[in-house]
């Protein structure tokens, strides 16, 4: 039986030094069910459990596999959330995202009950994550993707959060419903050149989570059907790609509504989200 602080050691030595050492230590984290990295730091002097399941799980590691898809789980804003290779592990940005949303919802508060649509819900990290912040929302959830609805409906339990997924295309099964809204969010795909991602989110992430004609083809898609799904106003947060400010802004600008939008930009400077009120 080997020490946590042995098998550590030697597991750094022989990491793939393309690797973090932060995904190392979340597998040891992991493995020894552990909460969290301090937590590692106070036991090394304990034995690793499951120590060949351990060296397993090492060897995917160093081949490139996400750590989140070898532990199944992933952080998002403290919450543990199950993913797996059918949905994209949710980013820091995003993380950045509900924030927002959080804030600009708390600004608004009037304890009355309120709709809002997460439109590519992916693990439904951010649709769990609001109705779980605000329970008077009635939130739904859309996904075009069965499997990813799959792990979004397994996370709602796992949380104890009513959120009304739906499976189609962008706000298509939403319409269908005559459901109307006064929050839509999504991180929708917006890569339009593949070539820019790096190779392990490409080899081992959903490509329907990824990829989009031109890069802005959800933008797009949601905007021309927006109108049907609010009734008086309605507000939008978008994560977009670093790139696509001038782009979104022409079509922005366009929109047959009353349109007041702004961007922002992520903790690295990005621009990387898109807010916009329209009023009829
Ligand atoms: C970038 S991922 C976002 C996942 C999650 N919301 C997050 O932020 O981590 C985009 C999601 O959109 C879904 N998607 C792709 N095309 C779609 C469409 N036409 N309608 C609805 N969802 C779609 C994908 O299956 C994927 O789960």
Redesign the pocket.
Known sequence: MAKIRDVYEQARKELNPNISAASLRLLMVETNNFKNYADLDHNLEKEQQNEDIFWKMFASLNKGVPVQYIVNNANFLGEDFHVDSR?????PE?EELVEQVYRDLLFNYRDEPFTLV??????G??AISIAKRFPNAKVYA????YD?LKVARFNARRHEVDVQFLI???LKPLIQQGVKFDYIIS????IGNLEEIEENVFKYE?L???EAKEGTE?YE?IFADVNEVFDEQVKIYF?IGYDQKKKLTKFVEKLPFQTKFNFSRDLQGKDRYLFVSLKK
Not at 87 to 91: A, K, S
Not at 118 to 123: E, F, I, K
Not at 187 to 190: E, L
């Open positions: 949905v994209l592990i949710p980013r995003t997460d439109l590519g819900t992916g693990s990290v951010i859309v996904d075009i993707d990813a189609g295309d962008m991180n929708p795909p917006y959903p329907i989570a990824l959800f898609k994560e």
